[in-house]
Nanobody
Framework: QVQLVESGGGLVQAGGSLGLSCAASGRTFSTFALGWFRQAPGKEREFVAG????????EYADSVKGRFTISRDNPKNTVYLQMNSLKPEDTAVYYC????????????????WGQGTQVTVSS
């Protein structure tokens, strides 16, 4: 069992930056691969970024590649998502998620989810 709590969302103008954090408690953090997902109103939850257990491997959705950076600090039990050059289409509720072994682009593969944090980008 692992509990995830996101923080750092908010309102930002287009072109701005925001940093999200997701703090974990419970089972050993380093045994979990992690992902960030987002869901806009009326749309399906979509993959944003994933990171391996060690943090050495990352992957991004094409829509955020070059603008977002996922990282993790295993001793601090925290995963981060740095978002730069934000666009109005990035507006969504952002979720972090955890699963054993390797990360996945499929949100249904994840066992644990945070409550989500709202990110709103104004034009």
């Amino acid at each position: 069992q692992v509990q995830l709590v996101e923080s750092g969302g908010g309102l930002v103008q287009a072109g701005g930056s925001l940093g999200l954090s997701c703090a974990a408690s419970g089972r050993t953090f380093s045994t979990f691969a992690l992902g960030w997902f987002r869901q806009a109103p009326g749309k399906e939850r979509e993959f944003v970024a994933g990171i391996s257990r060690s943090g050495l491997t990352t992957e991004y959705a094409d829509s955020v590649k070059g603008r977002f950076t996922i990282s993790r600090d295993n001793p601090k039990n925290t995963v981060y998502l740095q978002m730069n050059s934000l666009k109005p289409e990035d507006t969504a509720v952002y979720y972090c998620a955890a699963k054993l072994w390797a990360y996945s682009k499929n949100y249904m593969a994840y066992d644990y989810w945070g409550q989500g944090t709202q990110v709103t980008v104004s034009s």
